[in-house]
């Protein structure tokens, strides 16, 4: 498996502006996913892109995918104090287990 | 389901003695996952299972590190002696590949403390 690298490592945002968070990797995958860790707590399954997909949406999170540039970005609109967490990209390249970096530290100020 | 259960979800211990950490994946999943976090080396995977056996252990730090899966529904991580640099949270996650993909889904956590 492969690591994504998030950048960036750390955004501060006040309660009701938009949040970007982007994601780089290496080599061919057939999809990529993003997960959400909120403070002492197990991560958790937000979104999966295929690579087939350019754009995918679910409520407030719009997630890009950009094969040929191998990047994609994570953006939460209308942001939330309960959106503060940290945020990881896993490319899956059809192996069996993801890899993951040290992910993007959000938060979000009332 | 209840999702992974991890126990326990606090452990406090002194240096030398032996900790164990314990797992019950989500039922029918057939890989189990194994990771340490500490703020100054992130998410690090020690080893996972796929069908009870393990894969790949290229993660765990060094012999005092072990892990089981008896069966299907439940892992050990042992660390004997335990260390203070051990002190980290260690997260168990299970998965199964569908549709050519695999998601994660990640147990609360044991936070562990040497002293």
């Known amino acids: 498996s492969q690591q994504g690298e998030e950048d960036p490592q750390a955004l501060s945002i006040q309660e009701g502006e938009n949040a970007t968070m982007n994601c780089s990797y290496k080599?061919?995958?057939?999809?990529l996913q993003w997960y959400r860790q909120n403070s002492g707590r197990g991560l958790v399954h937000l979104i999966l892109?295929?690579?087939?997909?350019r754009e995918k949406h679910s409520g407030r999170l719009r997630v890009t995918l950009d094969t040929s540039k191998k990047s994609s970005s994570l953006l939460i609109t209308a942001s939330r104090a309960a959106d503060t967490a940290s945020y990881f990209c896993?490319?899956?390249?059809?192996?069996?287990?993801?890899?993951f970096g040290g992910g993007t530290r959000l938060m979000v100020k009332p | 389901d209840a999702g992974v259960i991890q126990s326990p979800r606090h452990e406090v211990t002194e240096m030398g003695q032996e900790v164990t950490l314990r797992c019950k994946p989500i039922?029918?999943?057939?890989?189990l996952f194994w990771y340490r976090q500490t703020m100054m080396r992130g998410l690090e995977l020690l080893i996972y299972?796929?069908?009870?056996?393990?894969?790949?252990d290229s993660g765990m730090p060094e012999d005092r590190f072990s892990a089981k899966m008896p069966n299907a529904s439940f892992s050990t991580l042992k660390i004997q002696p335990s260390e203070p640099r051990d002190s980290a949270v260690y997260f168990c996650?299970?998965?199964?590949?569908?549709?050519?993909?695999?998601?994660?889904?990640f147990g609360p956590g044991t936070r562990l403390t040497v002293l």
């Open positions: 299972f796929n069908n009870n056996v393990p894969i790949d």
């Open positions: 896993a490319p899956d390249n059809a192996g069996n287990m993801l890899t």
């Open positions: 080599t061919s995958i057939n999809n």
């Open positions: 892109i295929r690579s087939n997909e």
């Open positions: 996650a299970s998965s199964n590949r569908t549709g050519g993909t695999v998601t994660q889904y």
């Open positions: 039922s029918g999943h057939d890989y």
